[in-house]
Each structure stands twice: as structure tokens, then as C-alpha cells.
């Protein structure tokens, strides 16, 4: 079962759409240690193909103003419910990512983090890129892809959590 690992909704327990792959508990919890180290005063955080929102609430229940998009909508009335379960404010967008990213743009957002877990059939490296030409985040923020072990980025710093791996691209 997925849970909140740590914070303000911390223990509670998340319905996963069928659609979703959850990012791993290993790799939930060294994104979020690294991340209270760096941001110790928070910020924005964004979570693209939320899925179940296991990364975006854990986000939220870390005090991050967090921003979930999420296209499935199985996957969108669950993370309502789940944001309702946890009791925490986020902002849920049900647009594709490819929508939502120049529209995001072009108001101008802006994040500390941009957060992105496409499913892996997907040609990742392009998802990833057009991530990094949104420039939706801000100086000294960083973009995360998580993709398999298996793929490397000419890019970022990479760390490897079991078959899962994190870039990171700081801006």
C-alpha cells in the first residue's frame, strides 16, 4: 500500500489508480530528504503525471505549495480523493502535460521544483526536454525526471534507487 512517508499527512494511506506505476518508498524518501536539506523554506513544487499524487501530496505534506497534473480521469478523482484523505491544499490540473506546460508558461508560473515521472513507454528523453524548455523553473531550482536505471541522461546528476533512477538538472 502507498503512504505518505513524512510531514503533516504523514501514515495515510493513498488509492492508486490502475493506470499509475507509484514512485518506490526508497526513492520517495531520499527525493525528500535531499529536498528538506536544500529548500529547508520550501517553495513551489510541481508533480507532472501524478498519478496517484504519492509524489506531489508527499510534497504538500512537506509544506510545499504543490501543483499536480494529471491527464487520466480515473487518476484525477482519485487524487481529489486522496488530497481530500490527507487533508492537504494542492492544486490539481486534469490537462496532458504537453498542454499544460505552455500554458503554465505562458501565465508565467514558476516553481522550485518541477517534478516529472512519465510512464516509461513513453520516449522519455523528449517528455524530459520539453520539461527543461518550459523554463517554468526558477533560478536555483531544479528539474527531476524519473526513468529506469537503465536510461542515462547526457545531463544533470543522476542517482539510482533499485531499477529506478532520478536526473537532476539544476537551474
Not at 510545499?64 to 480523493?81: F, N, R, S, Y
Not at 539510482?160 to 533512477?165: P, Q, S, W
Amino acid at each position: 500500500m502507498v503512504r505518505i512517508l513524512g510531514g503533516r499527512a504523514k501514515g495515510v494511506p493513498l488509492k492508486v489508480p490502475a493506470s499509475a506505476r507509484p514512485s518506490p518508498v526508497r526513492l520517495r524518501k531520499a527525493l525528500f530528504d535531499y529536498l528538506r536539506l536544500r529548500y529547508p523554506g520550501r517553495g513551489r513544487f510541481l508533480d507532472l503525471y501524478a498519478g496517484s499524487g504519492a509524489v506531489g501530496l508527499e510534497a504538500a505534506s512537506e509544506g510545499w505549495e504543490a501543483t499536480l497534473v494529471e491527464k487520466d480521469k480515473e487518476a484525477v478523482a482519485l487524487l481529489k480523493e486522496n488530497a481530500r484523505r490527507t487533508g492537504l491544499p494542492v492544486r490539481i490540473v486534469p490537462l496532458p502535460v504537453e498542454v499544460f506546460l505552455p500554458e503554465a508558461r505562458a501565465r508565467g508560473e514558476r516553481y522550485t521544483v518541477a517534478f516529472m515521472a512519465p510512464p516509461y513507454p513513453m520516449d522519455l528523453v523528449a517528455a524530459f526536454q520539453a520539461l527543461l524548455e518550459s523554463g517554468l523553473v526558477e533560478k536555483g531550482g531544479l528539474y527531476i525526471l524519473q526513468h529506469p536505471k537503465d536510461l542515462v541522461l547526457p545531463m544533470g546528476e543522476r542517482r539510482v534507487y533499485g531499477e529506478n533512477a532520478l536526473t537532476l538538472v539544476e537551474v
